[in-house]
Structure formats: structure tokens, C-alpha cells
């Protein structure tokens, strides 16, 4: 079965400052990845995809992700975070059939 | 245009009741997706539909999950005699299509069983 492993929990980081979240699938199959946002209190949104194509996709609110097929990875990176980029952030991967496998999550604090 | 909704946003139960949580999908969309998400966890996949048809019903904990959509739109997740591990926040999502691969989430339903 699938897995998909956040490796920090949280991540600390000061405004302006790059940051970059980490997420690790395990599959040798294609597959197709994601990262979604959680604002407190509210549902989960789509920062980005990865379905074909070109390895380093890019998404909303400044965000991308680069697929690294040989590392099995799909970390987020954004150049400069801001106050309001704080939130929790899922990575999943969905493979043959419908269902989204997630990660833990982790969790942005961004500090002024 | 109106997303997914759920209601209701907040219940509380007391141990062995029975709940019934309503999710409406963003109208038109085919794909019908129910997770449950654990505090300080990701969510976890319980069952789908596309249209009225359950298609995977995998994920559902127990026997006492039941999940049904009988007109291919409106779904409703309800839990007997609900247990406290039971405590979750449950999550709707819809796409539009079979092989979507957008899911668009609800803001999710707070379980609380005391």
C-alpha cells in the first residue's frame, strides 16, 4: 500500500525567508502527487499537482514543488514566505483508482 | 460558485449514539470521496461514490460506518453507536469527473464523542 512520509512535523521560519517542506512517497508505479493547505478551521485546498510532464510544477500563493522520480520525493519550496503562508500542509500521492493517501502533515509558523 | 458544504460543522455525542453527518457536493460533480481525519493527523480515506454508487468502501473503520448517496448527489456518513476513538474531524471532498484528479474539499464536520 502507499505510503507518504512529511519528515517535519513542524517548521519554524521567519518572514521573507525561503522555506521548503519535505515529502517522501513510496511507490514504483506512477504516480500522481499533491500538496494541500489547511487554514484552521476550514477545509483542505490545492496548493499544486504533479500529474506528467515537467518535474518542477508551480502553484498558487508563490508555491512549487519539484517530483524527483529516483529519490521518490515531491518537497515545496516557496522563495518567501509570509505571515499569512502559515498553515498546515499535506502532501498525497493517488495512484490507480481514486482515493488521495496523506501524509501527517506539516505545520508552517511563520515568525515577523 | 458554491463549494462543498457539510453540516454539521460541530457535534458532540455522547458514547452510543448514533450520528448522521451531511456533506452536499458542488453540484454536477460525479466523484464523491468521505475521509476522517485524527487530530494531529492526516486525513484518511473512508469511502467513495461516484454517483449513487459506492465504488470503495475500503477505508470505512467498522461495521458501524455507513455511508450512503441514494440520488447521486447529497451524501450522508453515519456512525452507530459511536465510540470515542470515533473523535475526528470528517471530510467530504467531490470532483467532478471519474478520473478527476482535483478533489475539492468541504470544511469538514468536528465529531466529538464524550
Known amino acids: 500500500a502507499q505510503s507518504v512520509t512529511q519528515l517535519d512535523s513542524q517548521v519554524p521560519v521567519f518572514e521573507e525567508a525561503p522555506v521548503e517542506l519535505r515529502c517522501n512517497y513510496s511507490?514504483?508505479?506512477?504516480?500522481?502527487l499533491f500538496w494541500y493547505v489547511q487554514y484552521p478551521n476550514q477545509g483542505l485546498q490545492l496548493l499544486l499537482k504533479?500529474?506528467?510532464?515537467?518535474?518542477l510544477v508551480k502553484g498558487i500563493n508563490g508555491f512549487e514543488a519539484e517530483f524527483n522520480k529516483s529519490q521518490t520525493s515531491f518537497h515545496l519550496r516557496k522563495p518567501s514566505v509570509h505571515i499569512s503562508d502559515t498553515a498546515e500542509y499535506f502532501c498525497?500521492?493517488?495512484?490507480?483508482?481514486?482515493?488521495?493517501?496523506f501524509g501527517a502533515g506539516t505545520i508552517l509558523r511563520v515568525k515577523s | 460558485g458554491a463549494g462543498v458544504s457539510q453540516s454539521p460543522r460541530y457535534k458532540v455525542a455522547k458514547r452510543g449514539q448514533d450520528v448522521a453527518l451531511r456533506c452536499d457536493p458542488i453540484?454536477?460533480?460525479?466523484?464523491l470521496f468521505w475521509y476522517q481525519q485524527a487530530l494531529g493527523q492526516g486525513p484518511e480515506f473512508l469511502t467513495y461514490?461516484?454517483?449513487?454508487?459506492?465504488?470503495?468502501k475500503s477505508g470505512l473503520p467498522s461495521d458501524r460506518f455507513f455511508a450512503e448517496r441514494p440520488e447521486g448527489s447529497v451524501s450522508t456518513l453515519k456512525i452507530q453507536r459511536t465510540q470515542q476513538e470515533d473523535s475526528a474531524v470528517y471530510l467530504c471532498?467531490?470532483?467532478?469527473?471519474?478520473?478527476?484528479?482535483?478533489?475539492?474539499f468541504g470544511p469538514g464536520t468536528r465529531l466529538t464523542v464524550t
Open positions: 471532498a467531490s470532483s467532478l469527473v471519474r478520473e478527476a484528479h482535483e478533489q475539492y
Open positions: 511507490s514504483s508505479v506512477s504516480v500522481y
Open positions: 504533479y500529474l506528467s510532464g515537467s518535474t
Open positions: 498525497a500521492v493517488k495512484e490507480y483508482g481514486n482515493k488521495l493517501v
Open positions: 453540484s454536477g460533480h460525479v466523484s
Open positions: 461514490f461516484q454517483n449513487e454508487a459506492q465504488l470503495d
